[in-house]
């Protein structure tokens, strides 16, 4: 079954900019998603991008998906405190959604 | 956007009872809805696919005798956490989206068996 993997811990200064990778398994996946989780909540979708695309900008956000390698990423363009959460990249497989274990995002001042 | 519902946001239940949470769709109509579970500092977990009009299908390991899945009407899915203990003490999201779109999750809700 599918895959996907994340770096677990990812710390940043306030300002500059934050990549988090995720590499997956299954090349059939359509969609390709990043939400964001803060501390006691659900999900927020952030962003996702279409698995025939390499590149998505949206605000702060840009997603690039390798898929010959089948590594995708997210960029955050001048972080900020308020970025600070756990990302979890998913894969769609047959309908249904499969997690990265999460990146947990630490912005400091 | 897509808009998904869930409520109570936190339940505590004393071990041995049942405790039910609701999945709404809002503003679209969802065949397939997907319950997972996060244990603490941990990913999330596909329990089910709840199937409006059919029974839910369980991912391997879930007892379905124990976590029952209704999906009696186009915008709402039910989990029932029955004869709960306090091992199923767990963070419980659902989740669903318009055909074609993306998911969409609940805001979740935090299970405390004592």
């Known amino acids: 079954g599918e895959d996907v993997e994340q770096s677990l811990f990812l710390s940043v200064r306030e300002g500059d900019s934050s990549v988090i990778n995720c590499t997956y398994t299954d090349s059939s996946s359509t969609y390709l998603y990043w939400y964001k989780q803060e501390p006691g909540a659900g999900l927020q979708l952030l962003t996702y991008i279409f698995s025939n695309m390499d590149m998505k900008q949206d605000q702060r956000l840009t997603v690039l998906l390798n898929k010959k390698d089948k590594h995708l990423s997210l960029r955050i363009a001048d972080t900020q405190t308020g970025d600070s959460a756990i990302y979890f990249c998913a894969a769609d497989n047959t309908d249904k959604l499969i997690f990265g274990t999460g990146t947990r995002l630490q912005v400091f001042p | 956007g897509a808009v998904v519902s869930q409520h109570p946001s936190w339940v505590i239940c004393k071990s041995g009872t049942s405790v039910k949470i609701e999945c709404r769709s809002l503003d679209f109509q969802a065949t397939t809805m997907f319950w997972y579970r996060q244990f603490p500092k941990q990913s999330l977990m596909l329990m089910a696919t709840s199937n409006e009009g059919s029974k839910a299908t369980y991912e391997q390991g879930v007892e379905k005798d124990k976590f029952l899945i209704n999906h009696a009407s186009l915008t709402l899915s039910t989990l029932t956490v029955t004869s709960a203990h306090p091992e199923d003490s767990s963070f419980y999201i659902c989740?669903?989206?318009?055909?074609?779109?993306?998911?969409?999750f609940g805001n979740g809700t935090r299970l405390t068996v004592t």
């Open positions: 989740s669903a989206g318009p055909q074609g779109s993306p998911l969409h």
